[in-house]
């Protein structure tokens, strides 16, 4: 699959909205099923949103439901994760991550074959 690359990070006010990238290089993006990761200083690594191969499935955590949106463009071989109504819990380091058997939802970290190097959101109160 070759690297994960995120995009999109940065310091924002609480309410507002961030969009995270997550370019994929290689020819088998779409063999993949997609999924970002947070996590926040202290804390465990969780799920907070998965997408399936084809896009036309998305699981969300309970805390980005209604908030956030998974989506995926597999002729760009990019996920996106669109995060509106932002709060300061919401701040951390998210990942994006491939899973190569193509199963859905996968919440375990270990059930992951590739990662991005993370982006930092913080949201101030």
């Known amino acids: 699959q070759g690297q994960l690359v995120e995009s999109g990070g940065g310091l924002v006010q609480a309410g507002g909205s961030l969009r995270l990238s997550c370019a994929a290089s290689?020819?088998?993006?779409?063999?993949?099923?997609m999924g970002w990761f947070r996590q926040a200083p202290g804390e465990e690594r969780d799920l907070v949103a998965a997408i399936t191969r084809s896009g036309r499935s998305t699981y969300y955590a309970d805390s980005a439901k209604g908030r956030f949106t998974i989506s995926r463009d597999n002729a760009k071989n990019t996920v996106y994760l669109q995060m509106n109504s932002l709060k300061p819990e919401d701040t951390a380091v998210y990942t994006c991550?491939?899973?190569?058997?193509?199963?859905?939802?996968?919440?375990?970290?270990?059930?992951?074959?590739?990662w991005g190097q993370g982006t930092q959101v913080t949201v101030s109160s």
């Open positions: 290689g020819r088998t993006f779409s063999s993949y099923a």
């Open positions: 991550a491939a899973e190569s058997e193509g199963r859905f939802p996968v919440r375990d970290p270990r059930d992951y074959d590739y």
